[in-house]
């Protein structure tokens, strides 16, 4: 009887310390939650916000999860500073006719693959043809979405790939290339040296009449990626927009093909850009040329 009972103690104790394991391990390698829920973030009288946008960050494709979270972090500092009324949402049901009029800007941070259907990315489209504003971060602007006026007319480019292996992330430097249409050009830096991912493009939108705000000095960088045996290089040359603006009907876009890590929001300048943008493809008023 009682070595019956000794082996019911072990047994017990086997079974519920291997659950018990398995929910741990299970704990530590959840994947990461793509969901954010509705938040919205008030920051003070609502008649007195400058303006009101919706940060999407849904991953259909490479999930930037350090980049999307600090980005995240900083606008939340950006819009307690500067009166913005911020809603965080990857729910695509919020891509409609009705519910994008609450916003003046939508801003995709490193939004990557297939999130929306064809209603939801038509409600997106007249959203920005009808004088509604984007602002597109790093990987939103990579080649994972199936949808032609996003790369045609939206971004007017279409991504190539970024250097791989020991090229991925190089010191680099950005020449100022901006005029006074864009908010705050005149206080930016002519030069900037800084480490990224550089992605390379098919041909430079200037080519289509984007106006740039940064154009990386590519000819002392490796440009190359290797897959599978196949070499692709830039075919961009010396015209390698990284930061340029896009005139979308009634609308305006801004788009960043920088911060691939989370580090890179935590730089006061690349702050500045990206929240340049912000206002100005908020800003109904600002001219678009």
């Not at 960088?221 to 897959?227: D, E, Q, R």
Request: hydrophobic share 35%; glycine share 8%.
């Amino acid at each position: 009887m009682k070595k019956i009972f000794i082996y019911l103690l072990l047994f017990l104790l086997g079974f519920f310390g291997y659950k018990g394991l398995s929910l741990f391990y299970k704990y530590l390698n959840k994947p990461y939650e793509n969901t954010d829920k509705k938040v919205n973030v008030n920051l003070k009288n609502d008649s007195d916000r400058v303006l009101s946008a919706l940060i999407y960050s849904a991953v259909g494709a490479f999930d930037h999860k350090d980049a999307i979270k600090a980005f995240k972090v900083e606008i939340r500092k950006m819009g307690m500073i500067n009166n913005w009324h911020l809603e965080f949402s990857n729910d695509p049901s919020q891509f409609n006719n009705e519910s994008l009029k609450n916003y003046d800007v939508i801003i995709w941070n490193n939004s990557t693959g297939n999130t929306l259907d064809e209603k939801q990315m038509s409600s997106f489209e007249n959203y920005i043809e009808n004088g509604g504003g984007y602002v597109g971060i790093h990987g939103a602007g990579d080649s994972s979405k199936n949808w032609k006026w996003y790369y045609e007319v939206l971004l007017k480019a279409r991504f190539s790939h970024h250097p791989n292996r020991e090229y991925q992330f190089q010191n680099g430097t950005l020449e100022k290339k901006c005029d006074s249409n864009f908010s705050n050009c005149e206080k930016l830096p002519n030069r900037w040296d800084r480490e990224e991912e550089w992605y390379v493009f098919n041909e430079s939108p200037k080519k289509k009449g984007s106006n740039v705000i940064y154009n990386l000095i590519a000819n002392n960088l490796v440009m190359t990626n290797i897959k599978d045996g196949v070499i692709r290089e830039s075919s961009m040359g010396d015209d390698h927009p990284i930061v340029w603006t896009n005139c979308v009907g009634k609308g305006k876009a801004f788009y960043s093909a920088m911060g691939h890590k989370g580090k890179y929001f935590l730089e006061p300048l690349h702050l500045e850009v990206i929240k340049s943008g912000i206002i100005w493809a908020a800003d109904k008023s600002a001219k678009c040329n």
